[in-house]
């Protein structure tokens, strides 16, 4: 019979970009039960909405997270806006949804850098950072800030970009476009990669449903679903599709990833292409009252965001579910039946970011 | 796209059969909220299907107990834990219950009141 022992894994452990402990039940090297615990980087950041004025509460929104900051500025305000009954300049929804994706192809090659650290493949990790320089130096340019920054306000965006801006982009979207060539190979075609990605992790997809994946890691099981489909900010006016897999394994969850880089450089040069000219926020008179459920699609998947407002210039509530929220479930469900030594690999391939998840 | 998305007030008694029949749907659970109202609390529970979400909204009196829909939906737990630990729902037959230790904070349910 198999000895039966528990094993802590994290807080701190060299794949987890941030603190998450599990404890594994292990019967000899393999995996049996896990059960994760969170809790040691809680602010309160809900509760803060309490105290800030509901435009002020925009800046608190967009640090939540270091990755998905401009997405958790832009949830925040559109469900406020859709409270008040706001309707946006077309193209602030434009300048959104720019900025939007360039946070997914950013978060993607942060992810992708982190899966090649963890298989001990050093020069694709750097070749991945490297990359995504690129895009930091592109907000930098755009908005002041490299990888937190404030773009978005109730009513539109603080910021603008002028023609010479977006055709800087273009360009750079283009030449990164051309360096993830190599990148793309190797992680698709690598022997190194696909030894240690394949068939590992498997969520197929009823239990993804079930266990409420989201994102890429729901996709990667083949269920058809990205939210950017309802059409928020310009994303009505763009062509976009789901990006799936079917093979539900760590593999295909890289690969969904991938994909969703490449389509967001063809979103990027879409909506450079049809952004209209005009102003970008309207005015904000009163305070909302009521409340809505919003949701879009940050890079790491469905994040949902709440507000209920009573007429006062403080919200009752604001509730923000994040995608790793919903992605600890599978994962815990992943891990079952895998061996020790690969519960870094599988953890990383939720893409955990466990500050959004904490707030 | 235009999806609904629509918050449907339920009473205790249906809740739970309401649940189980949104699961035998193939709804897939994507948040659990608690809000403070006068007197108690409003959970509300939102499904997706496809691209269609509709949120449960239950009222639960402050020292009214509720069943955990972990049962059902596994996934929820750690979303329920979180409404217990911050607003003080009193949630039953949770499978895996932190017992107030989620988020590892001394103040006791600091939601649960304003301010």
Redesign the interface.
């Known amino acids: 019979m198999a000895k039966r022992s528990i094993v802590p894994f994290g807080p701190q452990h060299p794949v987890l970009p941030e603190p998450v402990h599990l404890d594994l039940v292990l019967e000899d090297e393999t995996v049996v039960g896990a059960?994760?615990?969170?809790?040691?980087i809680?602010r309160?950041l809900?509760?803060l909405v309490?105290?800030r004025d509901f435009k002020q509460y925009v800046y608190i929104a967009e640090r939540v997270c270091g990755i998905c900051s401009c997405g958790h500025g832009m949830g925040y305000c559109e469900s406020v806006e859709h409270v008040m009954g706001i309707e946006v300049p077309k193209r602030a929804k434009y300048l959104r949804t720019i900025w939007m994706e360039m946070s997914r192809v950013h978060s993607h090659l942060l992810w992708l850098g982190l899966l090649a650290d963890a298989m001990g493949f050093e020069s694709l990790f750097m070749e991945s950072w490297k990359l995504r320089e690129k895009i930091l130096d592109m907000f930098d340019a755009t908005t002041g800030g490299r990888v937190i920054f404030s773009v978005n306000c109730v009513g539109g965006v603080l910021k603008d970009m002028d023609s010479a801006m977006l055709a800087a982009i273009a360009r750079t979207v283009d030449d990164m476009e051309a360096d993830m060539t190599p990148l793309f190979q190797t992680f698709l075609k690598d022997y190194t990669v696909q030894s240690r990605l394949k068939g590992l992790g498997v969520l197929p997809r009823d239990q993804a449903?079930?266990?409420?994946a989201?994102g890429p890691m729901l996709r990667a099981s083949g269920e058809e679903?990205d939210?950017r489909?309802?059409?928020y900010a310009a994303y009505?006016d763009l062509d976009v599709a789901p990006v799936t897999a079917t093979a539900g394994d760590s593999y295909a969850r890289c690969e969904v990833r991938l994909k969703e880089i490449l389509q967001s450089f063809r979103l990027i040069r879409e909506a450079i292409g049809k952004i209209p000219g005009g102003d970008i926020s309207v005015p904000v008179k009163g305070n909302p009252n009521g409340?809505y459920?919003m949701?879009i699609e940050q890079p790491r998947g469905?994040a949902?965001y709440?507000v209920?407002a009573n007429g006062t210039k403080n919200l009752?509530?604001f509730?923000l579910?994040t995608p790793t929220?919903?992605n600890?479930?599978?994962m815990v469900e992943l891990l079952k039946g895998c061996q020790l030594a690969d519960v870094p690999l599988i953890i990383l391939t939720i893409d955990p970011c466990i500050s959004c998840t904490?707030r | 796209?235009?999806?609904k998305?629509e918050?449907r007030e339920i009473t205790r008694d249906v809740f739970f059969a309401t649940v189980i029949r949104m699961?035998m749907e193939?709804w897939?659970?994507?948040?659990i909220?608690a809000?403070?109202v006068e007197g108690g609390y409003d959970m509300?529970y939102?499904f997706?299907r496809?691209?269609e979400?509709v949120?449960l909204r239950l009222h639960v009196k402050e020292d009214e107990e509720i069943s955990s829909i972990t049962q059902v939906?596994?996934?929820a737990?750690?979303?329920e834990n979180e409404a217990a630990e911050l607003f003080g729902v009193k949630i039953r037959n949770l499978t895996?219950d932190?017992r107030s230790?989620?988020?590892?904070?001394d103040q006791e349910t600091?939601?649960k009141e304003?301010?």
Not at chain 1, 35 to 40: D, E, H, L, Y
Not at chain 1, 209 to 212: D, E, F, V
């Open positions: 059960i994760p615990s969170i809790g040691f809680h309160g809900e509760k309490e105290k449903i079930l266990q409420g989201v679903y939210v489909m309802l059409g009505s409340e459920f949701r469905e949902i709440y209920k009752d509530r509730r579910r929220t919903s600890i479930p599978p904490e | 796209m235009d999806q998305n918050i699961k193939l897939r659970l994507v948040q909220c809000v403070r509300s939102s997706c496809n691209y979400m949120t939906y596994p996934c737990f750690l979303q895996v932190y230790k989620l988020y590892r904070i600091p939601f304003k301010g």
